[in-house]
């Protein structure tokens, strides 16, 4: 569902076969999770990200997946590690068939990976809400053009301080990938931005272009 999207009780709860009651419960924890937003008298609607918000919640990521990612070069066991390497494999499998599709979706599988083994489950709690909110974002980030290829290296730098034990490397490999999801998020935002203005710019000329005519 897009940002901002309205979310009717009666409409969602037909579609899930579920009691209105249900429904609003269930909204009540998405907020609480800051997946929606209620609004006086409207009901509510999915919750928008702005940037800003997504690269703070991105600085928040790179501490605990730091955290979590040299839990996991300590506690890793050799199949764990031989798990990671596949993932390496088909991540570069991934970018030399041209589907970021897929591996986005591997991306959110090594990540989620690395929580596990770590073992620290207050951290993988707090990412979990984290993440849901980057949904959007992340998205969009996936189809960037050569944002997989840019990542790749991060990633395979990651599952290779793990699987070797190492978790200093590890934490600084996790850090360095997401200071650079947080340059390609704002690189991202000021291409959006340019493109709004340019739109804008555009639209202002044909007013002016049919004001002239009149």
């Known amino acids: 569902m897009a940002p901002g999207q309205r979310l009717v009780e009666e409409e969602l709860a037909g579609l899930l076969g579920v009691t209105r009651a249900s429904v609003r419960a269930a909204l009540f924890d998405l907020a609480a999770d800051g997946l929606a937003e209620r609004i006086p008298n409207r009901g509510a609607r999915v919750r928008a990200v702005t940037v800003a918000e997504a690269v703070a919640i991105t ?6 997946e730091g955290l979590c990612a040299a839990k996991a070069a300590e506690r890793v066991t050799g199949p764990q590690a031989d798990r990671l390497r596949r993932l390496g494999g088909e991540l570069q499998r991934a970018v030399a068939d041209g589907e970021p599709l897929k591996y986005s979706a591997l ?4 990540h989620r990976l690395v929580r596990e083994i770590s073992g620290q489950q207050v951290a993988a709690g707090l990412l979990e809400r984290l993440n849901g909110q980057l949904v959007r974002h992340q998205f969009q980030l996936s189809l960037r053009p050569g944002r997989s290829q840019a990542s790749l290296p991060e ?3 990651i599952i290779t301080a793990i699987a070797g034990r190492r978790p200093a490397e590890a934490e600084e490999a996790t850090r360095r990938h997401l200071r ?9 935002h000021k291409l959006d931005q340019h493109k709004l203005d340019q739109h804008k710019l555009d639209q202002h000329k044909l007013d002016q272009h049919e004001e002239e005519a009149r």
Do not use: G, P, Y
């Open 59 to 64: 600085e928040c990521r790179m501490a605990l």
């Open 107 to 110: 991306n959110h599988d090594l």
């Open 155 to 157: 990633h395979l730098a």
């Open 180 to 188: 650079s999801v947080i340059t390609a998020l704002l690189d991202q």
